[in-house]
């Protein structure tokens, strides 16, 4: 009994490694199918990258080189602000100082005496051809020649230089009855008048002189 048991344990070992392996059909073998071929695969760091290599199928990237940092520009110093100017305060005005000054009126222009009239003019030679012991007539006279000369009036001028009632040339002349013979008719009448008794005797007289040669 001991001695089959040896024997049986070689038996099946050798049947064991005797078993031959089956062959497959070769109809009814299936095909080996080729395994599909590594994918590759890129790693990609957080920030911007550069390609450093491909290794087995795998593509390494790296980030790039830090670049260098700017150095700080030096801020310029501060300047001091400039102190204010003092700004001097107004000069304070006391109500007196303040106070309006009156105005001083001008003085009130002196009173021009009005520009005798031919007839006021008459007037003031009637009283002086009476004073003179003259009759009406060489007062009629008297006025027609002067009519002529100047029409009475103080201003009248003529263009070879007579001048005033009696038309006296040059006008200055009278300057000897008074400084007012540019003006007054009673300066004018008296030179006139004393120009007439001296040359014609009277009125009267001067007024024939007047109408034989236009003139006295």
Known sequence: MATALAF???VALLATQLTLPAFADPATAAVPVAAPAP????????????????RDGFTV?????????PKPVPSAPPVAAAAPVPIPAPPVRS???SAVVPVPA???????APVPTPGSAQAIAADMVAARGWSADDFG???SLWDRESGWRTT???????YGIPQAYPGSKMASAGADWQTNPATQITWGLDYIAGRYGTPCGA??????VGSY
């Open 141 to 143: 006279c008297l006025v």
């Open 39 to 54: 994918t590759a695969q890129t790693f990609v760091a957080p920030t911007t990258i550069e390609l450093v290599t491909d």
């Open 156 to 162: 009248a001028a003529n263009p070879n230089g007579a």
């Open 106 to 112: 001008a003085p009130a222009p002196a009173p021009v």
């Open 8 to 10: 049986a344990a070689p």
């Open 61 to 69: 990237q790296a980030p790039p080189k830090p670049k260098p940092k």
């Open 95 to 97: 109500v007196a100082a």
């Open 207 to 212: 007024w024939q002189h007047s109408e034989a």
